[in-house]
Each structure stands twice: as structure tokens, then as C-alpha cells.
């Protein structure tokens, strides 16, 4: 029992443990204090796949792609991959009715591994290599996004069999948003530009292109987006160059896929995009689109990955040690780091870390949570409130860890990656084993 179960009229003045927008949907406490997650408590996680871990609850991951197709349900909804993706993962949005949009070779065999059906697959990427794009084209995938000139180079010989495929366009949206990644500026890697003509030759080449065949126009303009007017601006500039399409080569588009990069809380106190209204002004956007250009109304798709698997994640981690330096911060070291989640390295993330094993009573300390490896760039999270009797041997447990950790984790240091444990009912199931050092010098043929 804490202090707020004794005191329920502290209830209104204090911030809850565990903040509901950025926790998985499933979260709870038990009465040991333990954080628990789809009725398993962490720290039994902990004791039986070691640590750090990834923890991922898969209520969570089904509810939320559930939400995007009851919203969106005019639309198709193609989870992104790049996020996060297992065979489990897969099958589960393949179950949940989403497609799996995917990036290479090694993401497309782990798609098809989890029951993904080919034509519900799209494959992205801007330096798509030559044999990828025939594996793509042999397997039947639904649609291949062009990113580049030289694609359309390679599809041309390598297509025996009409392809769909969609030209990715850069329509010049900046989002200008608090902590967010820009992708629809035309000075990046990505795409043809709207401007000058460039994606308007591309069309022209691939439409003369046998096998070849041009279904519509696909765009990214950016990640944590929390604006839904962002979208309704790249809805009108992309269905006007359609409508210049039409007018110049008397082709009509019937697919608008406008990406995902959906903005979703990792502290308290961030901003989230709101499905429905990102929903409502995409919609009015189409209509009144479509209705300027006289254009008939093209299928839309989206492409969620973070805003459905992040919230599903938690990463564990076993304190290491407690030191203080003298005039300056005080750091909490644990087993993992930048080879698990590199996102506060490379983007300066922030994220929200609780005590998992046990009440956090007492008063609490500001301390930065450092990793393992030999750099000073080490974090995993600064600046966090935390108990101020944390020691070697307590859990930590941090939210908001089920995109961009798993699939951009790395061996640094030669540390082998973490374990995806699934969570659901009670139960808990390897979904992917730790990494071993056997594993790592397996590769080592020196």
C-alpha cells in the first residue's frame, strides 16, 4: 500500500506513479510495489531473462493498431516496420488487419515469416540495392515505393510482370516541431521534389516504362508530429501534382499514402498527435483537395509505426552502482545503454524511468541514468526524479521503449542485444533470445 492509497486526498495534488499517456495500457502496481505489465510483475521478467531486457505488451500493440483502423476505417493502415519488427510483431498486425510496410531484405523475409501476405507489404528505402528489388518484385510485394532515378532503372530490368509502385515526392512541408525529425524539406535523402519538375520527370519515365505501373504518390514529412494541419497541407500539395499528372499525361492516380511520423508523449507533459483529429483534417483536406482539382477521391493509406508500438515497449535495466560527483550531478549506472537504445545519443531523446522492483519510498533525488559502454555520451536519461535510496540491485524500468531500440540496436563494445520478452494475461514468452557471445564470435572467421 503507498502513501495515496492511505491518503486518497493527495490524490488530487500529486502526479501519479506511472503517468498513464506514456506507460503501456496494462501497467499496474501489485501490492509488493512491483511494477507490473499484462499482469506480470517486471521484476519476474527481470529475475528470469536477465537483464536489460525489452518488455512488450502485446494488448497494447493490438489495441492501438485496432484504434487506428476503427478511425481510419476509410483508409488502409500499413504498420511500419522500421520501428519495431519480429516475426510475433508481424503476425500480429498481419492479425490486427494492418499491412507491413518494410526497408529491406532481412524486414520483408521477417514479414513473410510472420504470415504478412506479399501484397500487403510495401518496400521503402532510398539506396534500394538491385537483388532487394528483385526479391521484392519475385515474392509480389503490393506496392514498391521509387525513391530515386536510378530505381526506376533497375525495375525496368528487372520486371517481367506488371509492378505497382508509388513515387515517394518531397512536397516541401517543414514541421518545425519540438524535437522532431524533418523528412518533407527538399534539401534531405529522401524522395523526388515537387519542385522543379523532378517528380513530375519521374512520373513521365516510369508511366513509359513497360511493367512499370504508377498507382499514386507517397510522401514522409517527418516524426513527432503532433499537428494535423501538417498533413492536411501535404494532402493538397501532393493531389495537386496528381491533378498535374492528369493534365500533362492523362494518368489518374488512385493511391495517396501520406506516411506516418506521428507524434506520441515519452515524458509527462508532451504533446500527442490526436488520432481523430488528425483523422477529421486529412479528411477535409481529400474532400476539398479533390473538389479544387475536380479530381476523383484516391484511396488513402497511412503508415503508423511508432504511435503503435512504442507505448508497448519498456526496457529493463539492474542498477549497477549509485555515485555522486563532487559539484555535480549525481548518475545511476545499469547494465545496458547506447547499444540498446541509441536515440538519446544520436537525438538527444528523453524518456521516463521509474523504480520497477519495489515502492519508491522516501524522498527522491534528480539523477541522470547512465549506461555501460565507453562513452561519455552514454545516457539513457537525464535529469529524472528517482527514489534517493536507489542501489546496486534495484530495477529500472523505461517507458516508451518499443520503437526505434529493438531495430536500430547495436553490439558496442562487443554486448550482445537485449531479449524481447512478449506480456500478455499473466504470461510472459521469449519472442527474441538474447544475443550471446558465442553468437558474436560465430561471425569472427579471423
Known sequence: MTLLDILPSLRATTRPRLDPAIWPLTTGVDELGRITVGR?????????????????????????????????????????????????????????????DVCSAAELATALAGGVAPARIVLHGNAKPCDELRDAIEVGVG?????????????????????????????????????????GVCDQKFGFALADHRAARAAARILDTPNLDLVGLHCHIGSQITDP??????????????????????????????????????????????????????????????????????????????????????????VCGVKSQPGGRTFIAVDGGMSDNPRVALYGAQYTVALANRHPLGPSMTATVVGRHCEAGDEIARDVELPADTHAGDLLAVACTGAYQHSMASTYNMVGRPPLIGVRDGASRLLVRRETTSDLLSRDLG
Request: aromatic share 6%; with cysteine; hydrophobic share 45%.
Open 143 to 183: 506496392r514498391i515505393v521509387i525513391d530515386s532515378p536510378m530505381e526506376i532503372n533497375y525495375l525496368a530490368g528487372l520486371a517481367r510482370r506488371p509492378q505497382p509502385v508509388l513515387i515517394r515526392v518531397t512536397p516541401d512541408v517543414d514541421i518545425h516541431g519540438h524535437r522532431a525529425v524533418t523528412t
Open 40 to 100: 506480470v510483475a517486471l521484476a519476474d521478467v527481470a529475475d528470469e531473462y536477465r537483464t536489460p531486457a525489452y518488455v512488450l505488451d502485446e494488448t497494447d500493440f493490438r489495441t492501438r493498431a485496432r484504434r487506428y483502423r476503427a478511425v481510419l476505417s476509410g483508409a488502409e493502415v500499413v504498420y511500419a516496420g522500421k520501428s519495431l519488427l519480429t516475426t510475433a510483431v508481424a503476425r500480429w498486425a498481419a492479425e490486427e488487419g494492418l499491412g507491413v
Open 229 to 318: 494541419a501538417l498533413y492536411a497541407e501535404a494532402v493538397h500539395r501532393l493531389i495537386g501534382a496528381m491533378a498535374d499528372l492528369r493534365a500533362e499525361h492523362g494518368v489518374v492516380l488512385t493511391e495517396l499514402n501520406i506516411g506516418g511520423g506521428h507524434g506520441i508523449p515519452y515524458v509527462h507533459g508532451d504533446k500527442a498527435l490526436d488520432l481523430s483529429e488528425f483523422a477529421a483534417a486529412v479528411d477535409e483536406a481529400v474532400t476539398a483537395a479533390c473538389a479544387a482539382e475536380r479530381f476523383p477521391r484516391p484511396r488513402l493509406v497511412v503508415e503508423p509505426g511508432r504511435a503503435i508500438s512504442a507505448r508497448a515497449g519498456v526496457t529493463l535495466y539492474r
